[in-house]
């Protein structure tokens, strides 16, 4: 066979070889978007209200076992209850429900888990000096909340399990689905906690909501200075959020935001009454 002859047969067999393989990179391509492809459709949904609910619940029943149960105190509870409902309202979330608790706790500690659950222990009101401090820490906890940042943690983790839809009626089908979902997202909030990026975001949200509410924008801040000066001290705070001089400095970056409410008050006077005396 001519050497010409040669190259031409080879080249017509090649282009049936690319011929053939189209309909199976098709087939492969159907396949995929039929099945797998489903799937990541499916986990690429945003986790809807009715699931962030039942998260938030099982999460919260997590919170009062492990850290304390409820501290019993009527007036207390009614006063931070107050406060964190008039900031729920100003915040970017008003639209659902949401439950304030105090933890019976020496250790400071605050949480917030999706669907509205807002804790703060007992350990941390002693360390407040003022309402508009106590408005940062409770803006900062709502500011998790309204920005889905637990959820966005969850999602995450579901998309890279390749799991499908979390829906109430997958998760019921499958209780050992939603366990596993409760135990990953508690091991997260409780353990290690939320990206330093989003801890970050929360102090500058959590700010924004107490000035909105007519706090002096530096509550957060100066909760912080005190907590920094506490960094000896052991507690399960320091492995769940960046360190506070960490956040100091972040938040530092973004307060001239917030010049026009420096002449806002702190009502220490009324922190005292309403709470230091009550402990």
Not at 2 to 7: D, Q
Not at 32 to 38: C, I, N, Q, T
Not at 200 to 215: C, I, K, P, Q
Not at 257 to 265: E, I, K, N, V, Y
Request: aromatic content about 8%.
């Amino acid at each position: 066979m001519k050497k010409n002859t040669l190259l031409l047969l080879i080249l017509a067999i090649c282009s049936g070889c690319v011929a053939a393989a189209a309909p199976i990179i098709e087939g492969y391509q159907a396949y995929s978007l039929g099945k797998g492809g489903a799937m990541a459709v499916e986990s690429m949904k945003p986790i809807e209200l009715e699931e962030e609910l039942a998260i938030g619940g099982s999460l919260a029943i997590q919170v009062f076992n492990r850290f304390g149960g409820p501290y019993k105190n009527d007036k207390v509870q009614r006063y931070i209850t107050t406060l964190g409902q008039a900031l729920a309202d100003v915040s970017d979330r008003p639209g659902i429900k949401y439950y304030f608790a105090i933890l019976n706790s020496e250790e400071p500690n605050a949480f917030a888990t999706p669907g509205g659950y807002v804790f703060v222990s007992k350990g941390l009101l002693k360390l407040v000096h003022n309402e508009a401090e106590l408005a940062g820490v409770l803006g900062h906890e709502l500011a998790h909340i309204t920005h889905r940042h637990a959820l966005q943690t969850i999602e995450r983790n579901k998309k890279m399990a390749g799991l499908g839809s979390l829906t109430i009626g997958a998760m019921g089908a499958d209780p050992e689905l939603f366990d596993e979902i409760i135990e990953q997202a508690a091991d997260t909030l409780f353990s290690h906690g939320l990206d330093k990026g989003l801890e970050h975001e929360a102090d500058e949200v959590g700010t924004d909501y107490s000035n909105r509410l007519g706090y002096h924008p530096g509550g957060l801040k100066n909760f912080l200075t005190t907590l920094n000066s506490r960094s000896g001290h052991e507690s399960v705070f320091w492995s769940t959020h960046p360190t506070p001089q960490d956040r100091l400095d972040n938040l530092a970056q973004k307060l001239s935001r917030f010049s026009q409410g420096l002449s806002q008050p702190k009502y220490a006077a009324e922190f005292t009454q309403m709470v230091q005396g009550q402990l």
